[in-house]
């Protein structure tokens, strides 16, 4: 009915219909107990949140930019959040999405629609909606660039112009209240390293303090803890390579000897300068990382080899067996625990692997860490 209304012209009626679509949605969702189907439920409705967006594109006048900017932000944040919690297998729901952001630190946050993609800006409680046209040509750049670098190319420069050009248009304008940028992309843009496009007649790394990535700006309002708040930090990895499955893993994989990672671990006192607690062969069990990671950590260090389980398609982190875990540290395993850390740091391979079809990034080891407010 909303697709309907939004093919007549009729764009308030055909947001009606979406927030409501939306309303009932979560409450079905609610209502199914097994996981595997509360994922495609959810994940086969992803339409419904993109009409809305659309529809309030298209709706209402220059006096109301704001309020309908900020309620298609809401709703892309809710999407989002909903998409984590259900790709992660968590119960809980993701809390109500803020647009409050720290002073100076501009949120860039992608959504894609039915057929266009979407950009808001937020500094200083003000909230910016674009529509940036069709997705598909943009993203046909992004997945050039994404070749080029797998391969050891430099990307074309033409390409990564209007890569720019449509990504970060507009923006230059309001760099001068802004420090550091925090950018959330959508679907296959997460294949694109930011950093690299040109902005403002430099790269875009070089114009901010820092460059950071989130996978929704609902999770950058989470508080930070003071860097002296009395935590510890954790270094583990060089897992006992003797005992199976991790033996078994290293001999498939052909995982060799990681010196390097002893060496790193061993140096963290000296680098970091503060309480750490190394953990390593015997010691370097998911039990180990479970107990200290819920207590919260100033920085986690993670040093050892990551290996792609066939079954989620995702990288899970190499540790040794204990009593009752398997020595592989998973995604969701991660994100369930609801730990938290100020810096985390997966010194590792393939990290981020786990992306779907669509260039997903949420059953990502790296997804699971900043689900957990690092």
Known sequence: LGRCAQARGDFESALDHAVRGIDEIEGVREQLGEEDLRTSYRVSKRTVYALAVEALDSVGGADRDQA??????????????????????????????STERPDGNLLVEYFIGGTDLFRWSLLDGTVRM??????????????????????????????????????????????????SITISA?????????????????????????VNYLPSGALGSIAR?????????????????????????????ELGPLAAAAEELDQLQAWIGSPVEVYTGAGATE?????????????????????????????????????GSDGLLHPREIARLQGTADLTVLAACRTAA???????????LTGAFLFNGI
């Not at 900020?70 to 999405?97: G, N, W």
């Not at 598909?136 to 112009?161: I, K, T, Y």
């Not at 679907?187 to 303090?209: M, T, Y």
């Open 68 to 97: 309908r900017a900020r309620q298609a932000l809401e709703i892309v944040h809710q999407a989002k959040a909903r998409e984590l919690v259900d790709r992660l297998a968590l119960a809980a729901t993701p809390a109500p999405a």
């Open 130 to 179: 674009q529509n940036l046209g069709p997705a598909d040509a943009l993203l046909d750049g992004v997945a050039d660039v994404h070749r080029g670098l797998s391969a050891g190319r430099r990307p074309d420069a033409a390409v990564l112009d209007r890569l720019s050009d449509t990504l970060l248009g507009g923006l230059v304008e309001i760099l001068p209240a802004a420090r």
């Open 186 to 210: 959508d679907g296959a843009l997460h294949n694109l390293p930011f950093e690299l496009l040109p902005f403002g007649g430099s790269l875009l790394v070089e114009r901010f303090d820092g």
């Open 225 to 253: 803890r003071d860097a002296d708040s009395g935590r510890v930090s954790l270094g583990i990895g060089q897992p006992d390579r003797r005992s199976s499955p991790s033996g078994f893993l290293s001999r498939r994989y």
């Open 287 to 323: 039990e180990t990382f479970a107990g200290r990671y819920v207590d919260g950590l100033r920085i986690l260090h993670v040093a050892t080899h990551t290996v792609l389980d066939e079954a989620s398609g995702s990288s899970a982190i190499l540790l040794t067996p204990g009593e």
């Open 354 to 364: 786990g992306q779907d079809a669509a260039g997903s990034a949420r059953n990502t």
